[in-house]
């Protein structure tokens, strides 16, 4: 019994040894990524160096317009150590469900057109003809091939997820269509017979 003791307290040191420098490491990257919030519970972000308030905007994915107004900014040149307090945004499921939606959608496609799949959902969301948020505008029966086949169910890669956020923090500068498909890939007469507006990689992008 003894023996089984001091078994079992030197694999649990061992194991806490090996552990300590990834113990150390999140308490490091925790302490780095803390969120600072003001008195109203609103996110503040202190500029660095040379950022830029559309780097600061695509980093959160919150609105480049919104973001100037909120701060009353004339200018996009900050200088460092300037506060500023961020607007309102998507949830992170939110975002998380765009991501894995572009990740589906428009894997092996260059990032402009990752940008420009979540600027579709994004259109729709603002649009009087589909549902006014993006869980249902990305869940509508017969949509997004995805959420049908299950794919949408796979982890979002970096590159999605930074594509959803410059999609909202630059929504504004991008594309108006609320459809995208692969012309190869389709034999729907109808979505075909739709104003084509854009063409990124594999991918038309049309409106109504």
Partial sequence: MKKLLSVLVITATM?????????EATKAEAASTSIKRNSKGEIIHTVKGTE?????????????????????????TLANGT????PKTLSSQEKDLMARLVHAEAKGEPYVGKVAVANV????VDSKKFPNNVSQVI?????????????????????SKKAVNEAIALQEEGIEATFFYNPRKTNDRWIKSLKVIKKIGNHNFSIL
């Fill in 121 to 124: 959902v994004l259109n729709r």
């Fill in 15 to 23: 194991l806490l040894i090996s552990l300590a420098p990834t113990i």
């Fill in 139 to 159: 869940k509508a029966k017969g949509q997004f091939s995805p959420v049908a086949n299950g794919s949408i169910k796979k982890p979002a890669s970096l590159e």
């Fill in 83 to 86: 506060q500023l307090v961020l």
């Fill in 52 to 76: 830029s308030v559309k780097d600061i905007a695509v980093k959160y994915g919150v609105s480049l317009v919104e973001l100037l107004k909120k701060n009353n900014i004339k200018t996009k």
